[in-house]
């Protein structure tokens, strides 16, 4: 019966999630152009309004991560699957009405508060998954969020092109209300409150833990590293073919990147059982550094196209083995605050990097922008080499 409960959860979660990582994706290819339309900007005030929105909802979700990982454990993991997925969808369509810039920056910060679908989710599967097949339930769940990640934005540029950029917030909050509504109705969560409960004051004593902070660090700067492009590649398209369809174009960047991130995933789930995940941690960090430099040389758009898809090749690595790690160094009650912390240093990332490459944009130009996520990638593999010991989890 355990054995069926935490397979029924894990494929459960893998569709809820693969709708949920799709709504969210599908309106990332345009939303730096729907950020131009919303204030007339030229390429460079686009760019940093860009930075400041998609980085803005990052630093909120930073400050909102632990206190929802708190609350996992006080009152079980399917609660906060379904408020980060509920929460995120209703915010995804009220911004498809954004009047102004202002307004959807506001909302912007209101959906990093409620979200964080992805630690949610790991911290539920770990929770249910038995240890030996952490690494495995991590790939899979991985594989989810990197096939959302490919279908999403080809679809959601495709719809921008044809419908507009409002109709695609309204698709995307759907498709987040139906991955809520899989988990709601379909898993099952024996949730038992742990005798001794994570609080603010247990934060800090995780945070400095021997194998926890290095890995912190390491997930933040990763997360910085992804996302530093994220406010250009569409102003970049545009730049390199103005008469294109632009979101359609970036959606399809975004999509094969995904595509093969997909793929490395479930490689670097497979490789686990053989490779430690400290040596497929550093050599995807370093294998994304060298594929990132090939997008600053791009000519045209089916190049730039093609080059960003495949910094994808070593991405899945990066994510599954920080999510297995995770999984393995802590016992199962203190998983929802240390995915919660996870996921305040990826946010802290995610919210650094788009406000650096915004700004940083109008100074270098657009293209020289993916030298920072170099740079950051290459200080990720270092940090890794340095700082994460080779026995320290409990890998099974």
């Known amino acids: 019966m355990a054995s069926e409960l935490w397979h029924r959860n894990l494929y459960v979660m893998f569709v809820a999630e693969f709708f949920v990582i799709m709504g969210f994706s599908f309106v990332a290819p345009f939303m730096p152009l729907f950020v131009q339309e919303l204030g007339n900007f030229n390429g460079n005030e686009a760019a940093m309004w860009s930075g400041i929105a998609i980085g803005i909802s990052g630093i909120s979700l930073f400050l909102s991560g632990p206190f929802w990982g708190i609350i996992a454990d006080r009152w079980g993991r399917k609660p906060m699957v379904l408020r980060a997925m509920f929460g995120s ?34 911290a539920l599967v770990t929770a249910s998954t038995p240890r030996n097949k952490t690494a495995f339930a991590m790939g899979l769940l991985m594989v989810a969020v990197f096939t959302g990640n490919t279908i999403g934005p080809s679809f959601g540029g495709f719809v921008a092109d044809m419908l507009g950029f409002s109709a ?22 024996k949730f038992e409150r742990p ?17 926890m902070l290095p890995l912190l660090v390491m997930i933040c700067v990763i997360g910085m590293a992804g996302q530093v492009v994220q406010p250009i590649i569409s102003l970049y398209m545009k730049e390199l073919n103005p008469s294109g369809a632009i979101a359609t174009s970036a959606g399809l960047a975004f999509a094969l990147m995904g595509l093969i991130a997909a793929a490395s995933s479930i490689v670097a789930g497979r490789l686990s059982g053989r490779v430690s995940l400290r040596k497929i941690l550093i050599v995807s960090c370093l294998g994304t550094a060298l594929l990132y430099l090939l997008p600053i040389w791009a000519q045209n758009a089916t190049q730039l196209i093609i080059l960003i898809g495949i910094t994808g090749l070593f991405q899945g690595g ?13 016992p199962v009650s203190q998983q929802g605050i240390a995915y919660g912390l996870s996921q305040s240093a990826t946010s802290l990332g995610n919210g650094l990097g788009p406000i650096i490459g915004g700004s940083l944009a109008s100074l270098t130009g657009l293209r020289y922008v993916f030298g920072v996520s170099v740079g950051l990638f290459l200080l990720a593999g270092m940090l890794a080499t340095k700082f994460i010991a080779r026995h320290p989890l409990k890998e099974l």
């Open 168 to 189: 695609t917030f309204f698709i995307a909050g759907a498709l987040l209300l139906s991955g809520g509504l899989l988990v709601l109705l379909l898993v099952k969560e």
């Open 89 to 122: 969808a209703i915010v995804l369509i009220l911004a498809g009405l954004s009047p102004n810039v202002y307004f959807f920056v506001i909302l912007r910060f209101i959906q990093g508060l409620l979200s964080g679908t992805v630690p949610a989710a790991s």
């Open 318 to 330: 990066t994510v599954t083995s920080t999510a297995s790690f995770i999984g393995l160094s802590l």
């Open 195 to 211: 005798p001794q409960i994570a609080s603010f004051s247990s934060i800090w004593h995780l945070i400095g833990a021997r194998d």
